[in-house]
């Protein structure tokens, strides 16, 4: 197991990319991500129930005046929150719709033509158009090229001629949580991809 120091003076010991830690309840289901303070916290107030990871940090505080030592708490990178800390609902929300998960979920990669582009060249595209009653959620959006949203226009896909190269679907939280945080370590991603849907692309997602 590899340990890291993190300071909480910001001395040197601070890691350029300071840890998210990934949180969940006693049964191990994912809940979230939080800082090395807010993990901190958990472990002081003694509502860890167990943790796991490859890595663990070593939070460094203050100096004793008495004894001159200095005081510091151990955390691994995920640990699960046990009591009333977690919320049970929080659990069956569907993860937020935004361009930056959408594009992710999709790899960046337009539903209809295939191109794969950076973020500020595609569009988020609703299958059943806003215009025919169509709902702005995860089961009615994909990514498109602006070209290709162009062309579409406020058309169905099979109106416009255009078949879907993919379906779209809702990412559970496991995999919202990969798509929500660009540094997640080794092992976190290796717990998290335990959790991910069959039909997931993230299972392929580059970086």
Request: hydrophobic share 35%; with cysteine; charged share 20%.
């Amino acid at each position: 197991m590899q340990a890291v120091d993190v300071s909480s003076h910001g001395d040197a010991r601070v890691p350029v990319r300071h840890p998210w830690i990934l949180t969940l309840d006693v049964n191990g289901r994912p809940h979230r991500w939080v800082s090395w303070q807010a993990a901190c916290t958990y472990h002081a107030r003694d509502m860890v129930a167990w943790s796991t990871g490859e890595q663990a940090f070593r939070i460094l505080g203050g100096t004793c005046r008495i004894t001159g030592e200095r005081s510091s708490l151990s955390s691994q990178s995920i640990i699960a929150i046990k009591g009333r800390a977690l919320r049970p609902a929080s659990f069956r929300q569907v993860p937020p719709l935004s361009n930056r998960e959408l594009f992710r979920r999709d790899r960046h990669t337009c539903a209809y033509c295939g191109s794969t582009l950076p973020g500020a060249q595609l569009t988020r595209d609703h299958v059943e158009p806003v215009s025919r009653g169509g709902r702005d959620v995860w089961m009615n959006v994909v990514t498109a090229c602006r070209h290709c949203n162009q062309k579409k226009d406020n058309k169905r896909p099979e109106q416009a001629g255009m078949a879907l190269l993919y379906a779209p679907y809702v990412p559970n939280k496991a995999e919202f949580l990969i798509l929500s945080n660009r540094n997640i370590l080794a092992d976190q991603m290796d717990f998290l991809l335990q959790h991910l849907p069959t039909q997931s692309r993230v299972r392929h997602l580059d970086g």
